[in-house]
C-alpha cells in the first residue's frame, strides 16, 4: 500500500497526458489545417482562444462541482465531454465550426485541474509542490506525444483522422479512470472534501486574485509560445511544416522537467515557498522572450535547441507552482473551487492575449516585435506577483493542513 500513492499520482499524469493531446492538437496540426481552411494567423490564434473561452465560461463552476462530485465523476466527465468535442472537431470544414468545436473542448477540459489538483492534495502532504509538478508533467508529455507522433500520422493519414482518433482516446480513458480512481481511507471516512468542509475559515480573496492576474500574463506567454513556435519556425527560420511541428516536442520536453524541477526547487531548496520561485521564473521568462526576439534564418542548432528547451523549462514549467500555492491559499476543502477561478481570469488573459500576438506579427511582418512585447506582458505579471501575492505560511505547511 506504501507505493499507492504513486499509482495514483501516474494515473492523474496521465489523466493530463491524455486531455493535453486534445488541447495541443489545436497547435500541433495548424501547418496542416491552416492553408486548407483558409486561416490567417489571428485566426489560428483564436482557436487557443476559443479553447481557452469554454474554460473560462466553466471552469468556477467546474471546480465548484469537482468539490461536490468527487475526483472521479469530475475526472469522468471531462474527458468524456472534451473527447467527444474534438471528434466533431476534426469533421470542420470552416472557422466558425471548428472554433465551436474547440471552444466546447475547453468546456469539458475544465473539470481535469480542478479535479486531479484536489487527488493530489488528498493524497500528498509532504513534497505537495514536487507532486503536483509531477501531475503537471502530464500537460507537456502530452504534448510532446502529440508532436513527435500527432505530425507524422497527420502527414499520412490527414489531420483530420488523426484528430478524432485523440477524441476517441480522450473518451476510452475516461471510462478507465472511472474504474481505477481510488480515494485515500481518511477521505472516505471522514467525507474530506466535501461540501461539510467547504464553508471553514476565510478565503483569502486579495492574494487568490492577485495570483490570478499575475499568472494569467504568464500563461499568455506558455500559448503564445505553443500556439506561434511552429509558425515562427516555419515562417521565420525557414523550417518544413512536419519539422516545425515536431521541433515542439523539445520545448514540451522542456515543460516536463521544468514542472518537476521548480516543483523540487520550491519544496527543498526554498523549503516550501512558492511566491519567490514563480518571481524567478517569470524574470528568466522575460530574458527568453527578448531572445527568441533576436535570432534569424541560420541560427544555429546549439543555439536555437538550448533556447527553445529552456522557454519550455520556465515559460511552461511553473504550472505546478502556482497551483500549489493557489490551492495552500484556499486550504483542501475549496481547493477546486479556488483553481477554477484562478484557471477563469487564466483564460480571459490568454482570450485576448494570444491572438493579439499573431495580430501584431500580421500587421508588422515582424516576430521580433511580437516576442518583444510578449516581454512586457511576462515583466508585468512577475512585478504583480512580486508586490501583491501574500504566501499563507512558510514550508509549504498552511494552517489548517493534516501535519506531515
Known amino acids: 500500500m506504501a507505493s499507492f500513492p504513486l499509482f495514483i499520482l501516474a494515473l492523474i499524469t496521465v489523466t493530463h497526458v491524455i486531455g493535453a493531446s486534445a488541447q495541443y492538437g489545436i497547435n500541433t496540426f495548424a501547418p496542416f489545417y491552416q492553408e486548407e481552411l483558409g486561416l490567417s494567423r489571428a485566426q489560428v490564434g483564436l482557436f487557443f482562444t476559443a479553447f481557452y473561452i469554454g474554460m473560462a465560461s466553466f471552469s468556477f463552476v467546474a471546480g465548484w462541482l469537482s468539490d461536490r462530485l468527487g475526483v472521479r465523476r469530475a475526472s469522468f466527465i471531462g474527458h468524456v465531454f472534451a473527447g467527444t468535442a474534438v471528434i466533431f472537431a476534426s469533421s470542420a470544414g470552416s472557422f466558425v465550426w471548428a472554433f465551436i468545436c474547440f471552444l466546447l473542448t475547453g468546456l469539458g477540459y475544465s473539470f481535469l485541474n480542478p479535479a486531479s489538483t484536489k487527488g493530489v492534495l488528498m493524497w500528498f502532504r509532504r513534497h505537495r509542490a514536487t507532486a503536483m509538478g509531477i501531475k503537471q508533467t502530464g500537460v507537456p508529455a502530452g504534448g510532446v506525444l502529440t508532436a513527435l507522433v500527432g505530425a507524422p500520422l497527420a502527414a499520412v493519414f490527414g489531420w483530420r483522422a488523426t484528430l478524432a482518433g485523440l477524441g476517441v482516446v480522450n473518451v476510452l480513458f475516461g471510462l478507465v479512470f472511472w474504474f481505477l480512481w481510488r480515494e485515500p481511507a481518511e477521505a472516505e471516512g471522514n467525507g474530506a472534501g466535501r461540501s461539510g468542509a467547504a464553508g471553514r475559515g476565510r478565503l483569502r480573496i486579495r492574494s487568490l486574485l492577485a495570483l490570478s492576474c499575475g499568472t494569467a500574463l504568464l500563461l499568455i506567454g506558455q500559448m503564445s509560445l505553443l500556439t506561434y513556435l511552429p509558425l515562427f519556425l516555419k515562417e521565420k527560420l525557414a523550417f518544413s511544416t512536419v519539422h516545425a511541428s515536431q521541433w515542439l516536442s523539445i520545448t514540451q520536453s522542456g515543460a516536463v522537467l521544468g514542472r518537476v524541477g521548480w516543483g523540487t526547487v520550491s519544496d527543498r531548496l526554498y523549503g516550501g515557498r512558492r511566491k519567490i520561485v514563480l518571481v524567478l521564473i517569470g524574470v528568466i521568462s522575460v530574458f527568453l522572450a527578448v531572445a527568441l526576439s533576436i535570432i534569424d534564418k541560420g541560427v544555429s542548432p546549439f543555439i536555437l535547441v538550448p533556447l527553445t528547451f529552456l522557454a519550455g523549462f520556465t515559460m511552461i514549467g511553473y504550472q505546478g507552482v502556482s497551483y500549489s500555492l493557489i490551492s495552500e491559499i484556499a486550504g483542501q476543502s475549496r481547493a477546486g473551487m479556488a483553481l477554477g477561478l484562478m484557471i477563469t481570469i487564466n483564460a480571459l488573459g490568454t482570450v485576448v492575449g494570444t491572438p493579439t500576438f499573431g495580430a501584431i506579427v500580421d500587421v508588422t511582418g515582424s516576430y521580433a516585435i511580437a516576442w518583444q512585447a510578449l516581454a ?24 489548517g493542513d493534516p501535519a506531515a
Do not use: K, Y
Not at 505579471?381 to 499563507?392: K, L, P, Q, R
Open 376 to 399: 512586457c506582458v511576462l515583466a508585468l505579471g512577475t512585478v504583480n506577483i512580486a508586490v501583491f501575492v501574500s504566501e499563507a505560511g512558510q514550508g509549504g505547511q498552511r494552517p
